[in-house]
């Protein structure tokens, strides 16, 4: 299966994880900064930055979009909770 | 008594600006959590401008008959021209959908981060009003009149916002500098003594925002009203910017402080039983404290009481939670203080657990499961030893205080894992 990584800026860990994995599925387990709120795409709590990769992420879904756009998120910005590693690439994230 | 309260007219707190709102004398609880000794008060006022009517907020829906009834004693419901929403729960909004089938020709004026509420309140009829979504120093021009919006986000809700009569200088705080106190002479130089209503209040609501809070005086200051009229309990007219200014010293810490800048400080709380967990406390606390830069202090949880170790959490980087695992659960006090961290800002702290169990542990992933769910980082996976532990696993402790402490100070490695490890 293809794995991409996911590096967490704040905490300086990387994982390596199967294509089709959410932020959120991660990022608590290592104990990122990034804080939920509502877990489905709902509230905008989750909003993280992108420094590199956006591109290897999937594209925003239609709620997702309309979040972003309630929080004026920047274009570097997104949902952890929404937002999944597709392919073999790198993102680097950290919390918004 | 409520009868007297329910006949109260209109107060004119400043020429052409009523208060509309109204008593609650018989409340006990307030919104499950908060107690209150004589009841409270919904305040929402009405403000007359050479151009139109505006209406700042409303009250509970059960107690729309006397909001309407002191409204149509100061206006009617044609001259409404816009509806301020300061804040949007129930206690402040639940007359909203009557009003505006009342005023449908108002226009609403709600924070941006308040339009989601504004859809759950009104539901399919919002599409039959005009709204506005306001920004920072947006300003409504009532004729003569203007009110200049101050967003106060977290002051307690995201949508949060103040609204400031420019002209009078009265600012409708809303929430901030609210008190649940019921008492019908409405301003704070004549009503009795609230002064424990407003810190009790300013505790159970605004402490966890602190950090807000201080970002919204920053705002409030400069503007140096003359009043201050919120949403509940007593009007704020005569020395308001005292008021201002114990919100500055509630924002601070309960507890001097005796770290350094560089320092941190990790709390270590555990309950035993037999001495297991009580061993591993210790385990953790040594290796936690051979990091240099980070403060350890360790307490079992059977010598304190909950709310000064709420205080301590609050000032703290990191804590972690021992406890035993019985019944398949965590034991009473660590809950009971885990409940309690509701009051405080958690988020970003470091967090872990561990403990001692016979057949299942489950306490350690339920504990870490509530630090998560206080938006606290759990960055290790919690320690769980079987009945008393060896030598060796003491030593596992104390290399689990360490990593522990390494984390808060900064020293932890560049890690590369894999997802099947997680």
Not at chain 2, 119 to 139: C, R, S, V
Request: glycine share 8%; hydrophobic share 40%.
């Amino acid at each position: 299966m293809a794995k991409g990584k996911l590096t967490f800026a704040d905490i300086d860990v990387s994982v390596n994880v199967p294509a089709g994995t959410r932020v959120i599925e991660v990022s608590e387990k290592v104990g990122a900064g990034i804080i939920y709120g509502c877990r489905e795409g709902d509230c905008g709590t989750c909003l993280m930055k992108v420094e590199e990769g956006m591109e290897n992420l999937s594209e925003p879904t239609v709620l997702e979009d309309k979040v972003l756009k309630e929080n004026m998120a920047g274009k570097d910005m997104r949902c952890a909770c929404q937002a999944q590693i597709i392919g073999e690439g790198e993102v680097k994230i950290k919390p918004a | 008594m409520s009868s007297t309260f329910a006949s109260k007219p209109p107060e004119e707190i400043a020429p052409g600006v009523n208060w509309i709102g109204a008593f609650d004398p018989d409340l006990r609880t307030f919104d499950l959590i908060l107690k209150t000794a004589n009841g409270t008060t919904y305040n929402a006022y009405a403000i007359q401008g050479a151009e139109g009517v505006a209406i700042i907020d409303t009250v509970k829906e059960a107690f729309a008959e006397q909001f309407f009834a002191r409204l149509e004693a100061v206006t009617t419901y044609d001259a409404i021209t816009a509806v301020v929403l300061n804040h949007l729960e129930l206690d402040h909004a639940g007359a909203l959908p009557e009003l505006m089938r009342r005023a449908p020709q108002a226009h609403i004026y709600v924070s941006q981060r308040g339009l989601k509420l504004l859809q759950a309140t009104l539901k399919d009829e919002l599409a039959n009003y005009h709204y506005t979504l306001t920004d920072d120093g947006d300003t409504l021009d009532l004729g003569g009149r203007t009110v200049k919006f101050v967003l106060t986000p977290y002051l307690h809700w995201p949508e949060t916002k103040c609204s400031f009569l420019v002209e009078d200088r009265i600012l409708f705080s809303c929430d901030v500098f609210g008190a649940h106190f019921c008492d019908e002479r409405l301003y704070n130089d004549l009503v009795g003594d609230f002064r424990f209503s407003f810190e009790y209040y300013f505790k159970h609501i605004m402490r966890p925002f602190k950090k807000w809070v201080l970002q919204a005086m920053d705002k409030i200051e400069p503007l140096a009203p003359l009043m201050i009229a919120p949403s509940h309990g007593p009007i704020l007219r005569e020395r308001p910017m005292d008021y201002v200014k114990s919100y500055r010293t509630l924002s601070g810490s309960h507890l001097p402080n005796e770290l350094s800048a560089r320092e941190k400080s990790l709390l270590i709380f555990y309950m035993s039983a037999y001495g297991a967990t009580a061993d591993m406390a210790r385990s953790v606390y040594e290796g936690a404290s051979s990091i240099e830069g980070v403060r350890v202090s360790l307490y079992d949880l059977q010598g304190g009481e909950v709310e000064p170790f709420v205080d301590l959490i609050e000032g703290a980087d990191g804590m972690i939670f021992g406890s035993p695992t019985i019944n398949g659960d965590a034991v009473k006090p660590i809950w009971d203080l885990l409940a309690s961290l509701v009051a405080i800002d958690t988020r970003g702290k470091i967090g872990a657990a561990f403990g001692s169990f016979g057949w299942s542990g489950e306490a350690v992933p339920m504990i870490e499961d509530r630090l998560r769910g206080l938006k606290m980082r759990v960055p290790e996976k919690g320690k769980r030893i079987k009945f008393h532990p060896t030598e060796q696993e003491l030593d596992d402790c104390r290399q689990y205080g360490q990593a522990i402490a390494e984390l808060l100070a900064g020293k932890a490695r560049p890690k590369v894992i894999d997802f099947a490890e997680l």
